[in-house]
């Protein structure tokens, strides 16, 4: 691939006002995977870099253009760390093509963990490459969707059964299916929008579907979590500020309302926002206008905003925990989005697209699930939505083999959550004939007289303790011990009330 070496710019994603000087851009481009073929319209791709440190800086990347990663000082990313190579790999794009090349490096780049050594391999918005201690996030325009609305389709290997969108989102449901209906006629319009909907239903990519199918798909999709950030950096990460505002603010900054000029700007968990910064919220979105702190200059917004939240705000009125003026600014339109257990439709087909994403960053084949244990996925409540039947599938292709994802390979909340539920009318399992064994179709049980999912769950607790043990208690020593992350670790931390 013939490509030459971008400029050594730091950019703002489009549509920000460029300002003297490197730009620093501390915000998340959540940008969807692009569909296959479609590439980079507009000729939008940017590489959003992160060194150990945790800076951020936006590479653009345009056609024609390779970007190098090496210890070298003239390497476009330059990283200084021993397990680097020199001249390590490089991100080019050609036309629609963006491909990462290890160019023979001693440790390998890893690109969404699976390790590539002197080989290319063709990367999609969202890809994650990892080099030492600098991360590197691709990021591309996704296009706008069909004009044809969302519904049941053949897309991705399903076999006509659902048409994924986003990462791992599947629309199936009929419930789903009529949201996105509205998602379709909403994108066109520029109204404020507020999503509803339990924590893990699928709020984000809701919000980011608007986005796509919207005239401003062609610009930043910036999402800012209003529970992520303590109280006294909100005001700074929202509207930015200049040099000298305050102490240690050495450089100018800016904001995510600025980041998303052009585009649509996600404040996900609004209800989470404090008092003061609601009123300054609320001035904000009534002027279209932003200063940044210490600055007397007022910028004008051309940014659609997008609200998403699990709370009741209505009920955070009443409590005087939310402003009753913020909330009928951003309820113009309200969109709820269903829970999985509302969307039974779209289990099994979910369970088997998080099987596939598991399974190939194992290197293994993708596994399939025996008809018992889909019952047993449909029939839970899953209270904890997408991430919680991610996490669930997660476990099961770990302990599964053979290829087979079998009842006890399945976490013992989701087992004893589906017991004595009647499976629902679209689990496509046969109950058992006649003439079947009294017990078919139970959990099967270890030979103490216990199931075996509790049996796994109590091994898995064991597991656990040990490792917290060893490590004297450090999580994230213990959570590498156990070969899973430090989340997955958590997770099961609250699930067997462990303490920590």
């Not at 200084?80 to 190579?85: A, K, T």
């Not at 991705?156 to 209906?181: N, R, S, W, Y």
């Not at 025996?370 to 449909?378: D, F, K, S, Y």
């Not at 017991?419 to 006649?434: C, K, L, M, T």
Request: glycine content about 10%.
């Amino acid at each position: 691939m013939t490509a030459r070496e971008p400029p050594r710019r730091e950019t703002p994603p489009p549509g920000t006002a460029p300002s003297p000087g490197a730009v620093e851009v501390a915000t998340e481009l959540e940008v969807a995977e692009s569909a296959p073929g479609v590439g980079t319209p507009q000729g939008q791709a940017w590489l959003i870099v992160r060194a150990g440190d945790g800076a951020a800086r936006v590479i653009d990347l345009a056609d024609g253009d390779v970007a190098s990663v090496g210890r070298a000082p003239e390497s476009t990313v330059c990283v200084d760390d021993p397990r680097v190579s020199r001249n390590h790999a490089r991100v080019a794009r050609q036309g629609h093509t963006v491909a990462l090349v290890d160019l023979g490096s001693r440790n390998g780049t890893s690109v969404n963990g699976a390790v590539v050594r002197g080989a290319e391999r063709a990367l999609a918005g969202g890809d994650v490459v990892r080099v030492g201690p600098a991360e590197i996030v691709v990021a591309i325009a996704a296009p706008p969707p069909a004009e044809a609305p969302p519904g049941i389709a053949s897309a991705d290997g399903l076999d006509g059964e659902g048409a994924p969108l986003g990462a791992g989102f599947i629309v199936a449901d009929e419930a789903m299916v009529k949201v996105f209906q509205v998602v379709q006629r909403l994108a066109r319009a520029q109204t404020t929008v507020l999503v509803l909907g339990e924590t893990g239903a699928g709020k984000e990519v809701v919000s980011e579907q608007i986005h796509r199918a919207s005239p401003r798909a062609g610009g930043p999709f910036v999402r800012l979590s209003c529970a992520a950030l303590p109280e006294a950096l909100l005001e700074s990460e929202l509207f930015g500020h200049e040099k000298a505002a305050f102490t240690g603010a050495d450089r100018r900054k800016i904001g995510y309302f600025e980041a998303a000029q052009g585009g649509t700007l996600l404040l996900d968990e609004i209800g989470e926002l404090p008092l003061a910064m609601q009123a300054k919220l609320l001035r904000v979105l009534e002027s279209r206008r932003v200063a940044r702190i210490g600055g007397t200059q007022e910028i004008e917004l051309d940014v659609r905003v997008v609200c998403a939240t699990h709370r009741d705000l209505q009920a955070e009125v009443a409590a005087g925990r939310f402003r009753q003026d913020l909330f009928y600014r951003i309820s113009t339109f309200v969109l709820r989005v269903p829970p999985l257990r509302e969307r039974r439709a779209e289990i099994a087909l979910l369970a088997h697209r998080f099987a596939q994403q598991v399974a190939g960053r194992m290197g293994e084949p993708s596994p399939r699930f025996a008809p018992a244990a889909t019952q047993v996925l449909e029939a839970h409540a899953w209270p904890g939505n997408l991430r919680e039947l991610r996490n669930a599938v997660e476990h099961a292709v770990v302990l599964a083999e053979g290829g087979v994802i079998e009842v006890e390979h399945l976490p013992a909340s989701v087992v004893e959550g589906a017991e004595g539920a009647a499976p629902p009318a679209s689990a496509g399992a046969p109950p058992p004939s006649a003439g079947a064994p009294p017990g078919a179709g139970e959990p099967p049980r270890s030979t103490d007289g216990g199931t075996m999912p509790a049996r796994l769950a109590e091994l898995e607790k064991k597991s656990i303790e040990d490792a917290l043990a060893a490590e004297g208690n450090n999580q994230t020593r213990a959570a590498k011990r156990l070969g899973i992350s430090r989340r997955a670790l958590l997770y099961k931390l609250d699930k067997y009330d462990i303490r920590r």
